[in-house]
């Protein structure tokens, strides 16, 4: 059984050791990634900076403040004196908002009359402000909605929506971003090395003098995409613990499904890497397809923007990549705890992937110099 | 009367509009050391490179071992040993760790006696555990022999194996070609040193694609009026282009 896999596997694993490229790539595309999408896991608007300007300082003040703290938006870094200490404050964006309570508010709450606060926000990051400024009002309303009740007799609201957030509770981005980072990187790596390996031995000669040896074709391709499966699941493990430790994600589901569905996936990415090496014929052709392969599916599998927001087409063109099903599965795995019973038609699929891209580069791979 | 090594019938190989092989029928006989001779260009490698099974013939036929490329390249390869022009050795691999992984895909356990043979004839056992990349241009030469002698092949296909290599790692180069030669290999070797084309049994010179002389090197010279090889080089080649 394949008596010639064993030293190429073995020959390609201590040159991917010492192929100082391949190993930049295997661990600077996963850094570069978790730094990028890192980046954007912070436009999560938790906690602007907040300064306080409280004017009349009563017991009702105290509890107003205390009430927007507790949305989480809002962390106050100081109190100040005087209306220009606010402004300095932002101006210097030393805070990105500012909670204003007149001196008047508590009299005009006794009194029944429209009691104002001052949310200042800093607007030039349309993200973070508009947030903050759906936490206020939402904290306005919620008072308003208490004293109302309250006035008219009643214990309880007339009326409530209970919202749950199914899945993701917190609404936090780094559930939905850490997942889908793993299937990123792996699409990326995967796809990138594999081609990058058989042009490189074309480029350098090597394939001409292998191809010359009766190695089958099986043998070959098989010995050099082996050790890089190994590759893409360390690559999954680090990135999960990343993710749970540093972005605190949770591993939910069945981590054995995971791995399985991952190394179907892991498969698919490296037989497209196959396929993408007998179409190309320099290192550099083999990184612009490899990166012209990414493009699509990080924009159309739902991994940046949902896919229920895409115009239909797109929808369309988003089923053909298989980001898109790994996606599904990993989140599902990860975030909801759901198995094969709710996630079989996307493994399937998967799987079609895979033994469609490895006949096709099989097919197109020949032991033959043109 | 055994059967030639090599035996080509109207071997043609076009790329497009260029016939890099034309029509060339030759015959090698077994054990025998054949030169393959040309100007750059002149279709040496294309037919060194249907000889071994990498490159299909766009017309005519060759038998090498008795078996016919087109129909068998996977037996063929079986048989033969490769040195291409552009040497295909593992730099990043050891000298060690480039003869394991030729032994492996032919077949050999790892540290098997014969690795050791090989690595006696070429007097490389020094030098196992050096980068390929860091050899000399004649150590990176015996390397490759060694990659391609581990599995004993019967014949052996050198394209232009001591380009750019000096004059003493050429000179024990042949010896070592002469020895294999002397045990019963085939060897088809191309050149562009006229010394080393007067060391061959017979030549073969080819030009444009097709061949221009055939002959042991007395016999080639003899065409031209008994010059010199290298004056019946250049004559012929130039009576071709004209
Ligand atoms: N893969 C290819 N595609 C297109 N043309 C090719 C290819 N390989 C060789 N040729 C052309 O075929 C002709 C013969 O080339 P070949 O390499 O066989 O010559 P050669 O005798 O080995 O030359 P040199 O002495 O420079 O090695 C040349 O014109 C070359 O440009
Ligand atoms: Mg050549």
Known sequence: MMPRFWPMFRKEFIQMRRD????????????????????????????????????????????IIQAF?????????????????????????????????PYEYPRDLVRGRTATLQIIVDASDPLASQSAIAAAVAVAHARDLLILTRAAGRANLPLEARVRPRYNPGLRSPNYIVPGLVGVILTMTMVLITAMAIVRERERGTLEQLIVTPITKTELMLGKITPYVGVGLLQMTAVLILGRFVFDVPL???????????????IASLAFGLFVSTLVRTQQQAMQASFGFMLPNILLSGFMFPRQAMPEVAQWLGLMVPLTYFLKVVRGILLKGVGLEALWREVLILA????????ASVRRFHKTLD | MSPSAVETHNLTRRFGAVTAVDALTLRIEQGEVFGLLGPNGSGKTTTIRMLCGLLEPSQGSALVAGIDVAVAPEQVKQRIGYMAQKVGLYEDLTVGENLDFYAGIYGFRRATARLAEVVAFLELAERLGQLAGQL????????????????????????????????????RFWHTIHDLAHAGTTVLVTTHYMDEAEQCARLAMMSRGHLIALGTPAEVAAQVGGRTLEDAFVILQERDER
């Open chain 1, 20 to 63: 100082h490229l391949t190993f930049a790539m295997m661990i600077g595309i996963p850094v570069i990634q978790l730094l990028v999408f890192g980046y954007a896991i912070q436009t999560d608007v938790r906690n602007l900076p907040t300064v306080v300007l409280d004017e009349s300082r009563t017991p009702e003040s105290r509890d």
């Open chain 1, 69 to 101: 703290q507790n949305t989480g938006n809002f962390r106050i870094v100081a109190h100040v004196d005087g209306r220009p200490a606010v402004d300095r404050a932002i101006a210097r964006g030393e805070a990105q908002a500012a909670i204003v309570v």
């Open chain 1, 252 to 266: 939910t589901g069945n981590i054995l499904l995971l791995y399985g569905v991952t190394l179907i996936f892991i």
């Open chain 1, 352 to 359: 079609g992937f895979a033994v469609v891209l490895i006949v």
């Open chain 2, 136 to 171: 000399s241009g004649g150590w990176k030469q015996r390397l490759a022999l060694a990659c391609a002698l581990i599995h004993r092949p019967a014949l052996l296909f050198l394209d232009e194996p001591t380009a750019g290599v000096d004059p003493a790692a050429r000179r």
